[in-house]
């Protein structure tokens, strides 16, 4: 079997490795398809605040049940990884906030990820895994991760009305969060980037789109305002925004910024008087794990606009250059 290591250098390499046993009360799952996302790049670029090397990368895969000493889970059987092991014991857990555990560690980060043909799963890590029915194509199951984000960001805003939504960055969370949003039913999603290109394709129909090389948001949007804003890239909301946020608006705090901006200004009287609702979000809780892969499961939202590059889990080095020059947006490895 193939493991992909980002080295303490920073160096991605290609190891052959000899195949894991299944531990006892666990199973074995043998990788069907995983994708890279830009966290992955930024860890081999410039490292990431929860990553610790030497590290096999990853945090979006499905695979097969191909050993189990588990009744629970059968071989043949098909599963989503959820990023995080957690401990289900901790109050967080208790709340279901499993992504804030006392005990996570979370793949790809801190502790070994899905970039290797087999993975072996002790039985207390079992809870990870969510089955999902056979014939489910797994390059549409390995979304669930970055789905899922993307709706644990959004659900923070119950009491929203769907009317204009902003969405700051085209790549692949952007037009996921689009996606999204149109399923939820939407009347108006824009999609704002300063690479032209990156609006031009893999969007979802109806998507309008904002070039920021050309016409400044605030010009564009001054008349119509806001109901929901995200920031789908660092430093997204590094303007003055507050202006177009319509009364009782919603702030996404889903990407942070870069080091050294993390101080935004926050127009205070905007916030009071529109009654404006800020939230932060930072990865995703099983249970909006679990309905990300229902919703894509039944169908419920349409991603086919993405056209994946696909390679073996060798051309790992090649998929995160194809992705650093935003060649495309999603790199999905179906070969292990
Ligand atoms: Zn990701
Ligand atoms: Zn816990």
């Given at each position: 079997m193939k493991k992909v290591l980002l080295n303490e250098d920073r160096r991605l390499e290609v190891v052959e490795a000899s195949p894991p046993?299944?531990?006892?009360?666990?199973?074995?799952?043998?990788?069907?398809?995983?994708?890279i996302c830009r966290t992955d790049l930024k860890m081999v670029q410039s490292g990431q605040k929860d990553l610790s090397l030497p590290r096999i990368l990853g945090h979006e895969g499905v695979g097969e049940i191909t050993?189990?000493?588990?009744?629970?889970?059968?071989?043949?059987?098909?599963?989503a990884i959820y990023p995080g092991i957690f401990c289900g014991k901790c109050e967080q857990c208790r709340m279901g906030v499993t992504a804030k555990?006392?005990?996570?560690?979370?793949?790809?980060?801190?502790?070994?990820g899905f970039?290797?043909?087999?993975?072996?799963?002790?039985?207390?890590q079992l809870s990870s895994l969510v089955?999902?029915?056979?014939?489910?194509?797994?390059?549409?199951?390995?979304?669930?991760?970055?789905?899922?984000?993307?709706?644990?960001?959004?659900?923070?805003?119950?009491?929203?009305?769907?009317?204009?939504?902003?969405?700051?960055g085209a790549g692949a969370v952007g037009s996921i969060f689009a996606a999204l949003l149109k399923m939820e039913g939407w009347k108006e999603?824009?999609?704002?980037?300063k690479n032209r290109e990156r609006l031009s394709r893999e969007l979802p129909e109806g998507v309008e789109v904002i070039d920021t090389s050309k016409s400044s948001l605030l010009e564009?949007?001054?008349?119509?305002?806001?109901?929901?804003?995200?920031?789908?890239?660092?430093?997204?909301?590094?303007?003055p925004f507050w202006e177009i946020m319509n009364p009782g608006g919603c702030v996404s705090f889903f990407s942070g910024n870069r080091k050294g901006n993390e101080l935004l200004p926050i127009?205070?009287?905007?916030?009071?008087?529109?009654?404006?609702?800020?939230?932060?979000?930072?990865?995703?809780?099983?249970?909006?794990?679990?309905?990300?892969?229902?919703?894509?499961?039944?169908?419920?939202?349409d991603i086919t606009f993405f056209q994946f590059y696909r390679i073996p889990v060798e051309g790992i080095p090649d998929g995160m250059g194809v992705l650093s020059r935003q060649e495309i947006k999603k790199v999905i490895i179906n070969r292990f």
């Open positions: 046993v299944t531990p006892p009360g666990g199973v074995l799952v043998s990788m069907k398809a995983a994708a050993g189990s000493h588990n009744p629970s889970f059968k071989i043949g059987t098909m599963v555990c006392e005990k996570i560690k979370i793949f790809g980060f801190n502790k070994d970039f290797r043909s087999i993975i072996p799963f002790p039985e207390e089955p999902f029915p056979q014939g489910v194509d797994p390059e549409r199951a390995v979304l669930a991760e970055p789905l899922s984000c993307c709706l644990s960001a959004v659900d923070k805003f119950r009491y929203v009305k769907k009317e204009r939504a902003l969405i700051i999603i824009i999609l704002a980037d564009s949007l001054k008349d119509k305002g806001v109901d929901l804003i995200i920031p789908a890239c660092p430093d997204g909301l590094n303007w127009d205070m009287n905007a916030v009071h008087y529109k009654e404006l609702t800020l939230a932060g979000s930072y990865g995703c809780n099983i249970g909006d794990f679990r309905s990300a892969l229902n919703i894509l499961v039944e169908g419920k939202i």
